[in-house]
């Protein structure tokens, strides 16, 4: 994997919208793993901007991550029932209604986006909820990238072998974030990442990076010992002065809460793993009520902000895996430099 991708390390930072710029992404480059940019809420001009930073920070390979979702169609009663359930807390903090933006906050990969790829031609291009249309993705191999996705099954992971991976991502029920499957919406399907790494590595003879409660050496000792060609870790580096972490998402991490994670699609609509917190609890992890991905973090984002203003994290998305009790105040190549222990 270190040869495939040219870096020190087999190490990828997970790409984590909402928590990161190209600054951390930079960071794990020098320190030698492969940084990450996440462009799934970014437009062209966004994205530009990022790779812009990143290409002037560090001239060490690095990966740009995009979601292949399929934009729901306009919901606005569902929406509207959506807002009613979570009116409480929009009395309870104050937040105004009228903030409440409208559309998809997160875009699927498109020409744009293939645009700006071709113009900087990162070394490797990564997908969640599957790959983009065959045409899109010639486009991404054609800047010589080498592309991977994530796959919550072997079925998923087989999937992506026979159509066009490089490498496929075995993320286990324990990772931080929003769920890759793409094949099914069976949450009883998703495994934990120690039996759906061999598994799929037993199953494609493509490189299997390994993802999911990997947050310490030991973690990738034993993610090596069972098949893995690498690791991805997110969680670990949500500490990091590198990180844009929000100052409420840094002390539950800090706390006994970090502890109590769970999968939820209160805040975009698809399940994500996050710390437990107030509106997860009085409303349900995954309620009904919930609109289409991503469609239900429009109503969130206005009461986020009144509560964060208020310094509290009961109504934020406060995303995490379930070993993030093992982060650490510490800089993003500390992390990377530690973690790498585990492979040497």
């Not at 560090?58 to 399929?70: A, E, L």
Request: aromatic fraction near 6%; hydrophobic fraction near 45%; glycine fraction near 10%.
């Amino acid at each position: 994997m270190t040869s495939l991708f040219d870096t020190a390390f087999p190490l990828i930072q997970a790409p984590m919208a909402g928590v990161q710029d190209w600054r951390l992404a930079a960071a794990v480059c020098e320190a030698g793993g492969l940084g990450s940019v996440p462009a799934g809420m970014l437009n062209a001009q966004g994205l530009e901007e990022q790779l812009t930073q990143l290409s002037a920070a560090t001239s060490k390979p690095w990966n740009v991550n995009f979601f292949c979702h399929t934009s729901p169609a306009p919901d606005p009663e569902g929406e509207q029932r959506w807002v009613d359930a979570l009116q409480p807390f929009y009395d309870e903090f104050a937040a105004d209604t009228s903030a409440i933006a409208n559309g998809p906050s997160r875009q699927p990969f498109d020409e744009d986006s293939a645009a700006v790829l071709e113009r900087f031609r990162p070394a490797v291009v990564s997908f969640h909820y599957g790959l983009p249309d065959p045409a899109l993705l010639a486009r991404v191999k054609a800047t010589g990238a080498r592309v991977l996705s994530s796959a919550t099954t072997v079925e998923e992971a087989i999937w992506l072998a026979e159509n066009g991976t490089d490498g496929v991502i075995a993320q286990g029920l324990e990772a931080g974030g929003h769920r890759g499957h793409f094949l099914s919406d069976d949450l009883s399907l998703q495994q934990g990442t120690l039996s759906l790494l061999p598994q799929i590595a037993d199953a494609i003879s493509l490189p299997v990076i390994a993802a999911g409660g990997i947050a310490t050496p030991a973690g990738v000792r034993a993610a090596r010992a069972l098949g893995a060609s690498a690791v991805q870790v997110g969680t670990a580096y949500l500490l990091c002065p590198e990180a844009t972490t929000k100052s409420v998402h840094r002390q539950w991490l800090q706390s006994d809460r970090a502890r109590h994670t769970a999968l939820t699609t209160v805040f975009s609509g698809r399940p994500a793993r996050g710390m437990m917190n107030r509106l997860m609890d009085t409303l349900g992890p995954l309620p009904e009520a919930a609109p289409a991905f991503p469609l239900a973090g429009n109503a969130i984002g206005p009461l986020r902000a009144a509560a964060e203003a208020q310094g509290s994290g009961d109504c934020s998305p406060l995303w995490a895996g379930q070993f993030a009790s093992a982060c650490r105040d510490v800089s993003a190549v500390e992390v990377t430099r530690w973690l790498a222990e585990g492979w040497s």
